[in-house]
């Protein structure tokens, strides 16, 4: 079990995750990876060189020990960073955006999906190429904005995201069932469904009444044939 998962609510699932380009990681190791190259270098140097005696030997037993301390530290310094790159995260749940990073020590910063105002996707020509986008989340937190930059796949990201938006806010809106029991019930009571027009009503309230009707069916609160029923029912009133 990864550390986000240790951060689940219940009934909160994970639908998709996502890492900054392996370009960063690479970024981030500039100064390793020079090391590793200047350390081949002066070993290169060291062996064409062999054993010339004199001061130059000693030169050379000095950049013997240059050569490891820049191997073994390049190297441990790039194992750092792979764990670091690895260990940082951007997650989206069924009700939430994590972004995780740490090794020792955690981090985790979270913003609700319902508090999602929109989301900026820029993408270059180069991030289009090697398939990755920077993405602006704008939120209505106190931070305002949640950065993420060069998000692999940042297009497909996006996507997920407000797809799981949208579901979250489905299932907000989705009515409670009424307990069963052995007496049928309407879906919806009679007090919830649109006044009706009095005394036949004329045409402006009838059609406000079935736009209040066509309302409650798309949000699933009445069904296709109770919407059918009432329908009929107003129109008979012209």
Request: aromatic share 8%.
């Given at each position: 079990?990864g550390?986000t998962?240790?951060?689940?609510?219940?009934?909160?699932?994970v639908?998709?995750?996502a890492?900054?380009?392996?370009f960063?990681?690479?970024?981030?190791?500039?100064y390793?990876?020079?090391?590793?190259?200047?350390?081949?270098?002066?070993?290169?140097l060291?062996?064409?060189?062999?054993n010339p005696?004199?001061?130059?030997?000693?030169?050379?037993?000095?950049?013997?020990?240059?050569?490891l301390?820049?191997?073994?530290?390049?190297?441990?310094?790039?194992a750092w960073?792979l764990?670091?790159?690895?260990?940082e995260?951007?997650?989206i749940?069924?009700r939430?955006?994590i972004h995780?990073?740490g090794?020792?020590?955690k981090r985790a910063?979270?913003?609700?999906?319902?508090?999602i105002?929109?989301?900026?996707?820029?993408?270059?020509?180069f991030g289009?190429?090697f398939?990755?986008?920077?993405l602006?989340?704008?939120?209505?937190s106190?931070?305002?904005?949640e950065r993420?930059?060069?998000?692999?796949?940042?297009k497909?990201?996006?996507k997920a995201?407000?797809?799981?938006?949208?579901?979250?806010?489905?299932e907000?809106?989705?009515?409670?069932?009424?307990?069963?029991?052995s007496a049928?019930?309407?879906?919806t009571?009679?007090?919830?469904w649109p006044?009706?027009?009095?005394?036949?009503?004329n045409?402006?309230?009838?059609?406000?009444?079935?736009?209040r009707?066509?309302?409650?069916r798309?949000?699933?609160?009445?069904?296709?044939?109770?919407?059918?029923a009432k329908?009929?029912?107003l129109?008979?009133?012209?």
């Amino acid at each position: 079990m990864g550390y986000t998962e240790t951060l689940l609510a219940n009934g909160e699932r994970v639908v998709r995750r996502a890492h900054q380009h392996w370009f960063v990681l690479v970024w981030n190791a500039r100064y390793s990876v020079l090391a590793i190259i200047l350390a081949i270098v002066g070993l290169v140097l060291k062996v064409a060189v062999g054993n010339p005696g004199g001061f130059l030997d000693t030169l050379m037993s000095a950049l013997g020990w240059i050569v490891l301390i820049l191997l073994v530290g390049g190297v441990l310094w790039f194992a750092w960073g792979l764990l670091r790159y690895r260990n940082e995260e951007y997650v989206i749940t069924s009700r939430r955006i994590i972004h995780a990073e740490g090794v020792i020590n955690k981090r985790a910063t979270d913003s609700s999906l319902e508090k999602i105002n929109d989301a900026i996707l820029t993408e270059s020509l180069f991030g289009r190429m090697f398939g990755f986008g920077d993405l602006d989340v704008l939120t209505a937190s106190e931070s305002g904005i949640e950065r993420l930059r060069m998000l692999k796949d940042a297009k497909t990201f996006k996507k997920a995201m407000l797809e799981s938006k949208h579901e979250l806010e489905i299932e907000i809106t989705r009515p409670t069932m009424p307990p069963a029991s052995s007496a049928p019930a309407a879906s919806t009571p009679a007090a919830d469904w649109p006044t009706e027009p009095q005394g036949g009503g004329n045409a402006d309230e009838i059609s406000a009444s079935l736009e209040r009707l066509a309302g409650m069916r798309d949000k699933g609160l009445i069904t296709q044939a109770e919407y059918d029923a009432k329908k009929q029912e107003l129109l008979d009133r012209l």
